[in-house]
């Protein structure tokens, strides 16, 4: 089974300055995927960012980017000059790759909240 | 941008009655699920569907709950005999394979 932590229950920076958000898993897997997601108060689950296992590059989206280092099994999401609407809980997730199609769900952690202030 | 939606927004039940939350996924995705939040902690993985069946489960995903897409469109997940602990926000997301999940706004259930 999967595991997924994230250490960091709450975090708070100013705007404009950059967070980065810790996560780490533990899995037996040597293909798969990883995501953040963003809930904000309204509770949507927001796709934030996509890494697949087998690719050495970091994935980028916009502001938004991850430190994936396989071997250390950590996964850390980077938002640079964070704004008041990134305030939020973020989780990360993990997902087995299955081959042959099929479909697996995703192993949450716990959440970090994140507040931006003004 | 096409998305996940979700009837209804919220459902208020007793104990013991039956329940059924719908969702209409993304026209061209594959594969549905339904995840669920109890308030405050983290996001649960309850089911995945595909190509008509149930493709994985949870320990939490016992007989009181079953899916079903009735049609071309729709997701049902139906609780029989609701328990106070099914109190939480309920998830469907839909994807295609390797991709991310896409989650609708949730459905939060309340069991008095």
């Known amino acids: 089974a999967q595991t997924v932590t994230q250490s960091q229950p709450e975090m708070s920076v100013q705007e404009a300055e950059t967070v980065t958000l810790s996560c780490t898993y533990d899995t037996s897997e040597n293909n798969y995927y990883l995501f953040w997601y963003k809930q904000p108060p309204s509770r949507q689950m927001i796709l934030v960012i996509r890494q697949e296992a087998y690719k050495q590059q970091n994935a980028t989206e916009n502001r938004f980017s991850v430190n994936f280092q396989k071997a250390a099994k950590s996964f850390s999401l980077k938002i640079s000059d964070s704004q008041l609407g990134d305030t939020a809980m973020y989780f990360c997730a993990f997902m087995k790759h299955r081959p042959g199609g099929g479909a697996d769900g995703l192993t949450f952690g716990k959440g970090t909240h994140l507040i931006i202030q003004p | 941008e096409p998305e996940v939606t979700q009837t209804p927004s919220h459902q208020v039940t007793q104990m013991g009655q039956e329940v059924i939350l719908r969702c209409v996924p993304i026209?061209?995705?594959?594969?549905f699920y339904w995840y669920r939040q109890i308030l405050g902690q983290k996001v649960e993985f309850l089911v995945s569907?595909?190509?008509?069946?149930?493709?994985?489960k949870s320990e939490i995903f016992d007989d009181q709950f079953s899916v079903e897409r009735p049609d071309g469109s729709n997701f049902t997940l139906k609780i029989r005999s609701t328990k106070l602990e099914d109190s939480a926000m309920y998830f469907c997301?839909?994807?295609?394979?390797?991709?991310?999940?896409?989650f609708g706004p949730g459905t939060r259930l309340t069991v008095l």
């Open positions: 026209s061209n995705h594959l594969y």
């Open positions: 997301a839909s994807s295609n394979p390797g991709l991310g999940k896409f």
């Open positions: 569907f595909y190509n008509n069946e149930i493709s994985e």
